[in-house]
């Protein structure tokens, strides 16, 4: 049973465009959902996240959107940089801290 | 401040052979999270620690995982007896207490490969 769905498996987007990652969820008790980036043999690192009280919440570059009717988030990156290329995760809270992470995308920012 | 230490790195192991992860918590974190990642799929939680109490294991395959977090700080995760379908990378993360929307540190994690 997949509650946090990522559909698209990778994703190329040209150095100074903007990289759009999307993330759909089913569990409407979610409250707090989270994005964490992965590089090659390295944990996931925190990235942005946003209370479900909230429909966007923005830290540079980063901005995440949240559509609660729709239960889609999204994250936007502008400009995307060349470091970006990563595999970036959504995750969703369920109560006590609990995350539940999608499968991934695969960012390629190409220079 | 050191980040989250995990080892092995790496592990190869045989069907039905047993192995140990070892997972040391940032300084002063409270809360210690097993996950597990397969090829292609996103972290799953195994189990998380408050101290050494555990708060959720409701998806740690009890009958051959095992994990313990003697006097609160290290830990370590073991499966007896390894199957094929154990083959994934096992993370560890730490957060200071167990406080709502407290953001996970996560180690490097341990890639176990069952043949």
Known sequence: DQQVKQNSPSLSVQEGRISILN???????FDYFLWYKKY??????????????KDKNEDGRF????????????????PSQPGDSAVYFCAAK????????GAGTILRVKS | EAGV????RY???EKRQSVAFWCNPISGHATLYWYQQILGQGPKLLIQFQNNGVVDDSQLPKDRFSA????????????????LEDSAVYLCASSPRIRENEKLFFGS????SVL
């Open chain 1, 63 to 78: 901005t995440v959107f949240l559509n609660k009717s729709a239960k889609h988030l999204s994250l936007h990156i502008v």
């Open chain 2, 109 to 112: 994690g341990t890639q176990l």
């Open chain 1, 40 to 53: 090659p043999a390295e944990g996931p690192t925190f990235l942005i996240s946003i209370s479900s009280i």
């Open chain 2, 68 to 83: 313990e977090r003697l006097k609160g700080v290290d830990s370590t995760l073991k499966i007896q007896p390894a199957k």
């Open chain 1, 94 to 101: 369920l109560n006590g801290n609990k995350l539940v992470f």
């Open chain 1, 23 to 29: 993330c759909d969820y089913t569990n409407s008790m």
């Open chain 2, 5 to 8: 230490a995990q080892s092995p």
């Open chain 2, 11 to 13: 592990k190869i192991i």
